[in-house]
């Protein structure tokens, strides 16, 4: 998927830890997730340095200086790093290529931020200095943007701090913004220099109050945009996602559920500064859908200026049930007029122009664009995914609280269990 549909929704996060085991499955679509890890009571004891064992070369009987870990020269007041063999309870992941990729794992205190160079069965720990929670039952919530395989950028609720690396987490740098997002936050870049960052900062009253931020350097800086006190309007309902085609064009969607009819999705064309919401046509096919129906917009999409697309969500009621109602709306140019679906429902995944995935427990596939679905596999678990290509992706399986890394190599025709292993992470050699 192109990084200008890559977003992290921090505030919906899958949190569990726990026991490794080592689970023997090949086939996951009618078979309960063998967990990798459980969700018990969190505890906050610290996570010891990890020390290399002293290597003796038999032939010459030198004994070789233990290489330094990150660990081992993380500062004191940084989050402890995993030490090998921990068990891995992943929230998210994002693979570059068949061996490349990251991941979001849960910690006792925060998100660790993981990579792998061997398609998943291993790990390194290489998450940022973040400084422990200054206050108990504080847990520090990332989100991230995945570039490629060497360039990141993390940020945390409850931090000040934007975080960077351009050498795949042998060194990081960081940046200040304002305010302490305790709700958690949004971070998208569409290439090396152009990222916002949105700090969902409190919740009342049908409002999620959001301060907003740009870069144009690499995260070198950060440009405050809006904040609760500006003029432009955004603070009103839960922020759904963020897209740019460029660094001046881009979508904001909301969840306006039970609070206003009908549904919008918010234009920006000076790179954030200003917003327009425009409200949405009903489907073609459902023109009274807005009439009792509650409403919000999802996974936002667009791939130029004027080429876009997102999911409709409606919830009703009949009979004292609970239904919903999904479309997707495709637009070619700029909004002026759409084009809309049924949508099975779930997650939406765009792989190019014409094969998308819609990610639930049933996943379906289109490939023409959205327009028609096809129900591959019915699964029993829920997952986060990353497609590599139509073929190739991983997923963090999730069944109440276990949770296990799988993958497909057929389309999701099948899935293989992974069982992912924390390895020492070498430091940055010196001067990095």
């Not at 959001?210 to 350097?217: H, M, Q, Y």
């Not at 070198?220 to 963020?242: A, C, E, M, R």
Request: contains cysteine; glycine residues 8%; aromatic residues 12%.
């Amino acid at each position: 998927m192109s990084p200008k549909a890559v977003f992290s929704r921090s505030l919906i996060l899958f949190v569990f830890i726990g026991s490794a085991c080592t689970p023997s499955l090949t086939d996951l679509s009618s078979a309960t997730v063998t967990p990798v890890a459980k969700k018990p009571t969190v505890e906050h004891s610290p996570i010891l340095p990890s020390t290399a064992s002293t290597k003796i070369a038999l032939a010459t009987l030198v004994v070789e200086t233990p290489t330094p870990t990150m660990s081992a020269l993380q500062p004191d007041n940084a989050i402890p790093l995993f030490n090998p063999g921990h068990s891995v309870a992943f929230t998210e992941i994002h693979m570059v290529d068949a061996g490349q990729g990251w991941a979001i794992a849960h910690g006792d205190l925060a998100d660790h931020i993981l990579r792998t160079e061997d398609g998943g069965n291993s790990w390194q720990d290489i998450m940022p200095p973040e400084a422990v929670p200054t206050q108990e039952k504080i847990y520090k919530q990332a989100s991230a943007a995945f570039m490629n395989a060497k360039t990141a950028f993390v940020a945390y609720s409850d931090s000040t701090m934007v975080w960077r690396t351009k050498d795949g987490g042998l060194s990081w740098q960081s940046s200040p913004t304002e305010f302490e997002a305790g709700m958690g936050t949004m971070i998208l870049f569409i290439d090396k220099d152009h990222g916002w960052l949105m700090k969902f900062l409190d919740a009342g009253m049908s409002h999620v109050y959001t301060a907003l931020f740009s870069t144009s350097d690499g995260g070198d800086h950060w440009l405050k945009l809006l904040d609760p006190y500006s003029d432009v309007d955004i603070q009103s309902f839960d922020k759904t996602g963020l897209s740019f085609a460029d660094s001046q064009t881009g979508w904001l969607s909301r969840d306006a559920w039970g609070v206003m009819d009908g549904a919008f999705i918010d234009w920006t064309y000076d790179g954030g500064v200003t917003w327009e919401s425009q409200q949405l046509p009903p489907p073609i096919n459902d023109l009274d859908l807005f009439k009792d129906k509650r409403c919000g917009v999802y996974f936002p999409s667009l791939s130029s200026p004027t080429v876009g697309n997102f999911v409709l969500q409606c919830v009703g009621y009949e009979a004292g049930k609970e239904f919903f109602y999904n479309y997707i709306y495709l637009t070619s140019d700029g909004g002026k007029t759409w084009e809309t679906y049924p949508y099975p429902g779930g997650d939406l995944h765009f792989i190019d122009k014409n094969v998308a995935w819609a990610i639930s427990q049933e996943l379906n596939q289109s490939l023409d664009g959205g327009r028609t679905w096809t129900k591959i596999k019915t699964v029993k678990w829920d997952g986060q995914f990353s497609f590599v290509n139509t073929s190739l992706a991983w997923a963090v399986a999730v069944s109440g609280d276990e949770i296990a890394l799988v993958k497909t190599t057929n389309g999701c025709h099948t899935f293989d269990q992974l069982n992912p292993q924390i390895i020492a992470s070498e430091a940055p050699s010196s001067g990095s």
